[in-house]
């Protein structure tokens, strides 16, 4: 049974940083992208980040691009968010997940967690 399980939401000052993590039992994800949703109250859940579980490479949305780094620890099966310099409209529910490494922006995903909420202060 795959899990992808969040941690490290919560409140934050904007400007200040903040690093969530996802852990991943279930399955190998060698074959597989990971990546970051978010859902905003009221709007639809949206792409953040992903990178390839085994080479690495990333894409982001716009965005974000230049604040978040997304990272993954083959060794650990874990997946990191790196929030620095959030800014109020990045509050959301942010969602780990798991899906074909051939869509760039993970398009199709296969696997959600639960999520964990970042609040981000003015």
């Known amino acids: 049974q795959v899990q992808l399980v969040e941690s490290g939401g919560g409140l934050v000052q904007a400007g200040g940083s903040l690093r969530l993590s996802c852990a991943a039992s279930g399955r190998s994800f060698s074959n597989y992208a990971m990546g970051w949703f978010r859902q905003a109250p009221g709007k639809e859940r949206e792409f953040v980040a992903r990178?390839?579980?085994?080479?690495?490479?990333?894409y982001y949305a716009d965005s974000v691009k230049g604040r978040f780094t997304i990272s993954r620890d083959n060794a650990k099966n874990k997946l990191y968010l790196q929030m620095n310099s959030p800014k109020p409209e990045d509050t959301a529910l942010y969602y780990c997940?798991?899906?074909?490494?051939?869509?760039?922006?993970?398009?199709?995903?296969?696997?959600w967690g639960q999520g964990t909420q970042v609040t981000v202060s003015s």
């Open positions: 990178i390839r579980w085994s080479v690495g490479s990333t």
């Open positions: 997940a798991a899906g074909p490494s051939s869509y760039a922006y993970m398009e199709k995903v296969d696997y």
